[in-house]
C-alpha cells in the first residue's frame, strides 16, 4: 500500500482528521486526534497494529513531539510510525494507554524527560528523576547546574546550617553573583571536524 | 454457630494491610530497584515500582557526543549483553546512513549476538533459582559456562563484559581461527551442560510447586502490553524479530520459536532452556558458513574508525531493532546532518517489561514476588537508562 494511499483510508474511516506525511511517517496535525487514529489502526482489520512498541518525545526547539513506533504481532508488520505535535508551552496530548498498557511507562518517560503531559495517563509521575526536580532535562533549552560551584544562596543555606565553606568557593560565588550569573554546567561545544 | 476464625473468610479477621519498601539495597532486586508493596498478610494488593537509582540521562549523554562515541555506552546500558546492545545501535545508525556490512562481519555478529544469547540465558536462569532458594548451586554450574563464553569475548574483543565490539558497517577485530574453533567446541559441549542443568532443574518438584501457576501473564495482556522476547514468548505469542526482520543475515539460519502456553514462571524458565537450544543450532550454521576471510568494515566506513567525528549521517531518521535476550531492544535515531544525533531514544526492554509487574504478582504471596521479578529478567543499567 502506498502510503497516500494508507492516508485515505484513515481519513475516509475518520473523517475530519488532518494528516501529513512526514519522512515515512504520519504526522497527525491535531493531536486530540491521536486516540482516533491509534484506534482505527489498531482495530482495523487491514492493519492490525496491535502492538505499541515505542513511546518517545523529542525537541525540536519550535515544538515538542511526541513519536509512535507501531507494529502488528498478528500480521508480523511495520513500523507504521505517527507522530503528534505541540508547543513548548502547551504540551497536552491525549494517553495512548487506554489502548495500549505498554504506553504506561513510556509516557511517563516522556513527561518526565520532556515535560509532554499526557491527558487521562492514569498515573503521570515522574519516573526516573526524584519528585521535586525542577524542569525537563531533555529539553534543549534546559541548564544543568555545575554541582562543583556553589552560588551566593547556597553558601548563604550552609552557614546558616553551620557548615564551613572554604573562602576560596566563597569569593568565586561572590564573583559570580557581581557578574549576575548562575553558575551553569558547560556544554559540550559541536565536536569539530578533524 | 459462632463464625469460624478462618483465612478463607476475611470477614472474619480484624486484619490491617501492611506497607512494605522492598529494596532498594536488596539482593533479590537485581540491582537498585525499589518497590512500594502493600500487603495484606502475605498477599500482595498492591505493588508500584519505583526505579531511577542508577539514572545517569543515558539519552542526553549520547546527544551530546560523535554517533561512534555512544558504542561504548551502549555496553552499560543493559551490561550482560553487550553485545547485542552494540547490534541495535549499529543497525539503528547503518539504516539511518545506509550502510552495507560485509558478509563475513554479518556472520561475526551474529555469532557473537547468540553467544550473548547464551550468556544471558544462563546466567538469568542461575538467579531465576538463586531468587527461590537454591543458593547458588545452579548459578555456580550457570557461571562456569559463562566464564568460558566470557573468555571467547576478552580473546575476541579485549574485554569481557564491555565488548565495544561492533563499529558501524561491521566489527572492530578479527576474529582467528583458532578462536573460531574453540567456539566450535563450546557449542558441541554445550547441550551436554544444558543436559546436566535441566535434569538438576525441570522436573525437580520444590522448581515446579514455586513456579506453575505463579505470575501468569496471559496472552492478550502481554501483547497490549508491549511484553517482548522470552516473557511474551512464554505466554504464547509467537513474535521473534529474527524471524519477522530478518534483519542482519537471520533469514540464512533455520531455527524454531519455542514457546509457552501459560505464560507462567516455569514457561519463562522453560522457554529460556529452548531458546539456548535453537541458539546452539544458528551458531553450528554461522560456523559453518563463515567465509574464511573477507572485509570487516564496509568501504564506505573504514576511513571513519580513524576519525569518527567526520562522520554526518544525512537528515532523517531510523528505528533500528533487534532480539536482544531480554526482549526487543530498539534505538530511535534522528539526524540533523551533524557529527552528534539530534536525538537519540532507547527502548529498554527490561524497563517496559516491568509495566506488568503489579498485574502479574497480585494475589501472589510476598515470596512470589521476587521468583516473579526474577523470571522478568531485569537489568538496572538498562531499566534506569
Given at each position: 500500500m502506498t502510503p497516500e494511499e494508507i492516508k485515505n483510508k484513515i481519513q475516509t474511516a475518520l473523517p475530519g482528521t488532518a494528516l501529513k506525511w512526514v519522512r515515512d511517517t504520519l504526522l497527525i496535525e491535531n493531536p486530540q486526534d491521536l486516540p482516533k487514529v491509534a484506534n482505527f489502526l489498531k482495530t482495523s482489520e487491514e492493519f492490525r497494529f496491535d502492538y505499541l512498541s515505542s513511546v518517545t518525545g523529542a525537541d525540536y526547539l519550535q515544538y515538542l513531539e511526541a513519536v509512535y513506533h507501531l507494529y502488528s504481532m498478528e500480521k508480523k508488520t511495520g513500523p507504521f510510525v505517527l507522530r503528534a505535535r505541540v508547543g513548548r508551552d502547551q504540551a497536552r496530548i491525549p494517553s495512548l494507554v487506554p489502548l495500549y498498557r505498554g504506553a504506561e511507562y513510556q509516557e511517563r518517560e516522556a513527561y518526565d524527560t520532556y515535560g509532554i503531559i499526557f491527558e487521562n495517563h492514569p498515573d503521570l509521575r515522574r519516573i526516573f528523576m526524584w519528585e521535586g526536580f525542577e524542569g525537563f532535562p531533555m529539553r534543549k533549552d534546559y541548564v544543568q547546574e555545575d554541582s562543583e560551584i556553589l552560588e551566593a544562596s547556597d553558601i548563604e543555606w550552609l552557614e546558616k546550617h553551620q557548615v564551613q565553606v572554604p573562602e576560596g568557593m566563597k569569593k568565586r560565588a561572590e564573583e559570580l553573583k557581581k557578574q549576575g550569573r548562575r553558575a551553569v554546567a558547560e556544554r559540550p561545544g559541536q565536536p569539530e571536524p578533524q | 454457630m459462632e463464625k469460624i476464625f478462618s483465612a478463607r473468610d476475611p470477614s472474619a479477621l480484624n486484619t490491617e494491610t501492611l506497607e512494605i519498601n522492598f529494596g532498594p539495597q536488596h539482593p533479590s532486586t537485581h540491582g537498585v530497584f525499589r518497590m512500594n508493596i502493600v500487603c495484606d498478610g502475605e498477599t500482595v494488593v498492591s505493588l508500584k515500582p519505583v526505579m531511577g537509582y542508577l539514572h545517569r540521562n543515558h539519552e542526553q549523554i549520547a546527544e551530546n557526543m560523535s554517533y561512534a562515541a555512544s558504542m561504548p555506552y551502549t555496553d552499560r546500558l543493559d551490561y550482560f549483553n553487550s553485545m547485542s546492545n552494540n547490534f541495535g545501535y549499529s543497525l539503528a545508525v547503518e539504516k539511518l546512513a545506509n550502510i552495507e556490512v560485509p558478509e563475513r562481519a554479518q556472520y561475526i555478529r551474529v555469532i557473537m549476538a547468540e553467544l550473548t544469547r547464551l550468556v544471558n540465558h544462563v546466567s538469568v536462569i542461575g538467579f531465576l533459582l538463586n531468587d527461590l532458594g537454591a543458593f547458588f548451586t545452579p548459578v555456580l554450574y550457570a557461571f562456569r559456562e559463562r566464564e568460558k563464553i566470557l573468555d571467547i569475548f576478552e580473546e575476541v574483543s579485549g574485554a569481557r563484559m564491555m565488548c565495544n565490539y561492533f563499529r558501524f558497517g561491521g566489527v572492530k577485530y578479527e576474529i582467528q581461527p583458532h578462536i573460531l574453533?574453540?567456539?566450535?567446541?563450546?557449542?558441541?559441549?554445550?547441550?551436554?551442560?544444558?543436559?546436566?542443568?535441566?535434569?538438576?532443574?525441570?522436573?525437580?518438584?520444590?522448581?515446579?510447586?514455586?513456579?506453575?501457576?505463579?505470575?501468569?501473564?496471559?496472552?492478550?495482556?502481554?501483547?497490549?502490553?508491549?511484553?517482548?522476547?522470552?516473557?511474551?514468548?512464554?505466554?504464547?505469542?509467537?513474535?521473534?524479530?529474527?524471524?519477522?526482520?530478518?534483519?542482519?543475515?537471520?533469514?540464512?539460519?533455520?531455527?524454531?520459536?519455542?514457546?509457552?502456553e501459560k505464560g507462567d514462571v516455569y514457561d519463562r524458565y522453560y522457554v529460556r532452556i529452548l531458546e539456548m537450544h535453537e541458539s546452539l543450532k544458528i551458531l553450528d550454521q554461522a560456523l559453518k558458513d563463515i567465509p574464511a576471510t573477507g572485509e570487516l568494515v564496509s568501504k564506505k566506513m573504514a576511513p571513519f574508525l580513524k576519525s569518527p567525528r567526520n562522520f554526518k549521517p544525512p537528515v532523517g531518521e531510523a528505528y533500528g531493532r533487534v532480539e536482544a535476550p531480554k526482549g526487543e531492544l530498539g534505538f530511535y535515531v534522528v539526524s540533523d546532518g551533524t557529527p552528534q544525533p539530534w536525538r537519540y531514544h532507547v527502548r529498554a526492554p527490561s524497563f517496559i517489561n516491568l509495566t506488568i509487574l503489579e498485574d502479574m504478582c497480585l494475589g501472589h504471596k510476598i515470596a512470589d514476588v521476587i521468583v516473579i521479578l526474577g523470571s522478568v529478567d531485569i537489568v538496572l543499567g538498562e531499566v534506569d537508562h
Amino acid at each position: 500500500m502506498t502510503p497516500e494511499e494508507i492516508k485515505n483510508k484513515i481519513q475516509t474511516a475518520l473523517p475530519g482528521t488532518a494528516l501529513k506525511w512526514v519522512r515515512d511517517t504520519l504526522l497527525i496535525e491535531n493531536p486530540q486526534d491521536l486516540p482516533k487514529v491509534a484506534n482505527f489502526l489498531k482495530t482495523s482489520e487491514e492493519f492490525r497494529f496491535d502492538y505499541l512498541s515505542s513511546v518517545t518525545g523529542a525537541d525540536y526547539l519550535q515544538y515538542l513531539e511526541a513519536v509512535y513506533h507501531l507494529y502488528s504481532m498478528e500480521k508480523k508488520t511495520g513500523p507504521f510510525v505517527l507522530r503528534a505535535r505541540v508547543g513548548r508551552d502547551q504540551a497536552r496530548i491525549p494517553s495512548l494507554v487506554p489502548l495500549y498498557r505498554g504506553a504506561e511507562y513510556q509516557e511517563r518517560e516522556a513527561y518526565d524527560t520532556y515535560g509532554i503531559i499526557f491527558e487521562n495517563h492514569p498515573d503521570l509521575r515522574r519516573i526516573f528523576m526524584w519528585e521535586g526536580f525542577e524542569g525537563f532535562p531533555m529539553r534543549k533549552d534546559y541548564v544543568q547546574e555545575d554541582s562543583e560551584i556553589l552560588e551566593a544562596s547556597d553558601i548563604e543555606w550552609l552557614e546558616k546550617h553551620q557548615v564551613q565553606v572554604p573562602e576560596g568557593m566563597k569569593k568565586r560565588a561572590e564573583e559570580l553573583k557581581k557578574q549576575g550569573r548562575r553558575a551553569v554546567a558547560e556544554r559540550p561545544g559541536q565536536p569539530e571536524p578533524q | 454457630m459462632e463464625k469460624i476464625f478462618s483465612a478463607r473468610d476475611p470477614s472474619a479477621l480484624n486484619t490491617e494491610t501492611l506497607e512494605i519498601n522492598f529494596g532498594p539495597q536488596h539482593p533479590s532486586t537485581h540491582g537498585v530497584f525499589r518497590m512500594n508493596i502493600v500487603c495484606d498478610g502475605e498477599t500482595v494488593v498492591s505493588l508500584k515500582p519505583v526505579m531511577g537509582y542508577l539514572h545517569r540521562n543515558h539519552e542526553q549523554i549520547a546527544e551530546n557526543m560523535s554517533y561512534a562515541a555512544s558504542m561504548p555506552y551502549t555496553d552499560r546500558l543493559d551490561y550482560f549483553n553487550s553485545m547485542s546492545n552494540n547490534f541495535g545501535y549499529s543497525l539503528a545508525v547503518e539504516k539511518l546512513a545506509n550502510i552495507e556490512v560485509p558478509e563475513r562481519a554479518q556472520y561475526i555478529r551474529v555469532i557473537m549476538a547468540e553467544l550473548t544469547r547464551l550468556v544471558n540465558h544462563v546466567s538469568v536462569i542461575g538467579f531465576l533459582l538463586n531468587d527461590l532458594g537454591a543458593f547458588f548451586t545452579p548459578v555456580l554450574y550457570a557461571f562456569r559456562e559463562r566464564e568460558k563464553i566470557l573468555d571467547i569475548f576478552e580473546e575476541v574483543s579485549g574485554a569481557r563484559m564491555m565488548c565495544n565490539y561492533f563499529r558501524f558497517g561491521g566489527v572492530k577485530y578479527e576474529i582467528q581461527p583458532h578462536i573460531l574453533q574453540r567456539i566450535k567446541e563450546i557449542v558441541k559441549k554445550f547441550p551436554k551442560f544444558l543436559e546436566e542443568f535441566e535434569a538438576l532443574l525441570s522436573k525437580n518438584e520444590i522448581l515446579c510447586m514455586r513456579c506453575q501457576n505463579v505470575g501468569v501473564l496471559p496472552k492478550e495482556l502481554a501483547v497490549s502490553a508491549s511484553i517482548t522476547g522470552p516473557m511474551l514468548r512464554a505466554s504464547g505469542v509467537d513474535y521473534d524479530i529474527r524471524k519477522v526482520d530478518k534483519y542482519s543475515i537471520y533469514g540464512r539460519f533455520k531455527f524454531r520459536i519455542p514457546l509457552g502456553e501459560k505464560g507462567d514462571v516455569y514457561d519463562r524458565y522453560y522457554v529460556r532452556i529452548l531458546e539456548m537450544h535453537e541458539s546452539l543450532k544458528i551458531l553450528d550454521q554461522a560456523l559453518k558458513d563463515i567465509p574464511a576471510t573477507g572485509e570487516l568494515v564496509s568501504k564506505k566506513m573504514a576511513p571513519f574508525l580513524k576519525s569518527p567525528r567526520n562522520f554526518k549521517p544525512p537528515v532523517g531518521e531510523a528505528y533500528g531493532r533487534v532480539e536482544a535476550p531480554k526482549g526487543e531492544l530498539g534505538f530511535y535515531v534522528v539526524s540533523d546532518g551533524t557529527p552528534q544525533p539530534w536525538r537519540y531514544h532507547v527502548r529498554a526492554p527490561s524497563f517496559i517489561n516491568l509495566t506488568i509487574l503489579e498485574d502479574m504478582c497480585l494475589g501472589h504471596k510476598i515470596a512470589d514476588v521476587i521468583v516473579i521479578l526474577g523470571s522478568v529478567d531485569i537489568v538496572l543499567g538498562e531499566v534506569d537508562h
